[in-house]
Every structure is written in structure tokens, then in C-alpha cells.
């Protein structure tokens, strides 16, 4: 790529790793969209997967101690069986459809958390099949399974530390299983590989100061933080489809 193609490459995946450092999840509103301006999204949506993997797999490096690993077991074993009725979604229902409701219920549900200062709150991990099942949905259908997760995780109650940690330790093995999907498809190509390894040493220095943010955060601002970030995730899924 020439340099200020580089150059954005680089300061995107900053960006979106900080934010994923930080928050624990949400990279997606950056990565893949921006990269698409400047390369193909058949070679943007690999970079951004193997930088979610390298992401997740420091960040579980760091703070696996903060994983509640009962939660994230639920939530990628439910995934997995939600992923085939996502790729059933995709083919027979229409994609407005889908993203249009979707929006709809996680701006509703936000709003309202943030309008009554979070008083929902789930008391145990009985409900991490439902929401493990939906992100396997919506990942499987349009590569949104942070939504639903980032949801469970603000139910619960969990503190930014362990929201964040906990978020990778289900995206750590999905990112892998995609990337491997990528490779029998024959998507992670040398480009993919040389576009990732320059952004590295910059990614990893997003990873430490996304988690100096994550460590600054108090419980009711993080989860604030977290329902106003859904929010805009909600209106940029509903703005794609009314300009559709």
C-alpha cells in the first residue's frame, strides 16, 4: 500500500483498539467501514479479525483473572449454535428487516437503562444462553455479535475490569474460528498479512493505554459509557438501513 494509505490502516486500527481495549468491545463501528474506504472489505475484514484476535488474546494475557469464566463458557458455546440460524437469516429474510429491529431494541433498551440509571440487573449466568445464542445470530448473519454481549455484560452488573476481560475470553476463540474461516476461503492473503504486521507494534501500544482508560473507570460511569455506546452502534445500524 502507499504510505498514507499505511498511514490510515495504522491510525484505524489505533483507534478501534482502543476502543476495544478500553470498553471491551465496539471496534467494529471503526474497523472494518473506515478500512473499506482505502482496500477492498475482502481484505479490510481479515485485518480487522486478526486484529481482534491479537487484541483479545493480550488483553486475556493481562487480566485473565478478571475473566469470569463460567459466562464467557455459556456465551461461545450458545454462539456456536446460534451461528447456523444466522446464516439462514441472511438468505431468507431481508437485511432491513434484521438490522432495522435490531437497532430498534438497543436503542430502546439503552435509553431506558440509561433514562432509570441501570436498575435492570441479572443475578446469575442463567440468561447467558439466550445472549450467547442471539450474538451467534447476529454474528452469523451480519458480523454484529458485540450488541447482545455488550448487553449481558451491563446486565450483570460486572465491573469494567471484569466486562472487559470477560468479552474477550468470547471473542478470543469467535475471532479465531473466523479467521480460520477466512483462511479455507482463501481471504488471508500476503496483503492481509503485511497490512497487520505494520499496524502491530501501534496495536499493541493501543492495547496497554485502552486498558489505563479501562483501569480509570468507576462501575456507573463505565456502564453509562457502555449503554451510550450502544446507542450510537443502534442509530448506525438504522441509518444504514434507512439510506439502504
Avoid at 437469516?89 to 438490522?99: D, F, H, I, N, Q
Avoid at 451510550?228 to 444504514?240: E, H, P
Wanted: proline share 5%; charged share 10%; net charge positive.
Amino acid at each position: 500500500m502507499p504510505g498514507p494509505e499505511t498511514a490510515l490502516v495504522v491510525a484505524v486500527l489505533v483507534i478501534a483498539t482502543v476502543i476495544r481495549s478500553a470498553f471491551g468491545f465496539g471496534e467494529a463501528l471503526v474497523a472494518v467501514p473506515l478500512l473499506a474506504l482505502v482496500m477492498p472489505v475482502q481484505i479490510a475484514a481479515p485485518i480487522a479479525a486478526l486484529t481482534s484476535v491479537t487484541v483479545a488474546g493480550v488483553v486475556l494475557l493481562q487480566d485473565w483473572s478478571d475473566v469470569h469464566v463460567g459466562s464467557a463458557g455459556r456465551l461461545v458455546l450458545a454462539s456456536v449454535a446460534g451461528i447456523p440460524v444466522g446464516l439462514v437469516l441472511l438468505t431468507r429474510l431481508p437485511e432491513a428487516m434484521v438490522k432495522g429491529g435490531l437497532a430498534l431494541v438497543i436503542i430502546a433498551f439503552s435509553l431506558y437503562a440509561l433514562a432509570t440509571h441501570g436498575k435492570l440487573e441479572l443475578r446469575s449466568d442463567r440468561w447467558a444462553w439466550l445472549f450467547g445464542f442471539c450474538a451467534g445470530v447476529l454474528g452469523g448473519a451480519y458480523a454484529m455479535n458485540g450488541p447482545p454481549l455488550a448487553i449481558y455484560g451491563a446486565l450483570r452488573r460486572w465491573s469494567p475490569q471484569r466486562f472487559r476481560a470477560t468479552l474477550q475470553g468470547y471473542f478470543f476463540p469467535a475471532s479465531l474460528m473466523v479467521m480460520l474461516g477466512y483462511l479455507s476461503a482463501g481471504l488471508w492473503t500476503g496483503a492481509v498479512t503485511r497490512a497487520y504486521l505494520t499496524a502491530l507494534p501501534f496495536v499493541l501500544v493501543a492495547v496497554v493505554a485502552g486498558r489505563a482508560i479501562n483501569r480509570r473507570l468507576t462501575g456507573g460511569h463505565f456502564l453509562r459509557y457502555v449503554h451510550v455506546g450502544l446507542v450510537i452502534a443502534g442509530s448506525v445500524l438504522l441509518a444504514q438501513v434507512l439510506s439502504a
